[in-house]
Nanobody
Framework: VQLQASGGGSVQAGGSLRLSCATS????????VGWFRQAPGKEREFVAG????????YYADSAKGRFTISRANGENTAYLQMNSLRPEDTAVYSC???????????????????WGQGTQVTVSS
């Protein structure tokens, strides 16, 4: 199983970025996929994700109304559209996948065993 996040960059506050998570080696439509981020000196935190059903979406409170997660099953790719970015969104963003995580733990990074390399997102004020 391989995952590769891309699409990060530097933007000013209020700007937008679209992250991509390309996957291979898994049945993409039946795995949970999550986006997580980690800022310097902070713990990794959940941003947004799909459950294993592929239809239910979950968001951190900080992402609701600004970020949108989507997936293209035919391309085995998940996306994270980030709008109205804030300086506090600055972090390394990573995607992860799990074929067994249940809904109760979809926000917990400990239940994901397949991770891709992260992509840096920097938002300046």
């Amino acid at each position: 199983v391989q995952l590769q996040a891309s699409g990060g960059g530097s933007v000013q506050a209020g700007g937008s970025l679209r992250l991509s998570c390309a996957t291979s080696g898994l049945t993409f439509s039946t795995w949970a996929v999550g986006w997580f981020r980690q800022a310097p000196g902070k713990e990794r935190e959940f941003v947004a994700g799909f459950g294993r059903s592929g239809t239910n979406t979950y968001y951190a409170d900080s992402a609701k109304g600004r970020f949108t997660i989507s997936r293209a099953n035919g391309e085995n790719t998940a996306y994270l559209q980030m709008n109205s970015l804030r300086p506090e969104d600055t972090a390394v963003y990573s995607c992860a996948a799990s074929r067994s995580v249940i809904t109760s733990y979809v926000r917990d990074p400990r239940y994901y065993h397949n991770w891709g390399q992260g992509t840096q997102v920097t938002v300046s004020s």
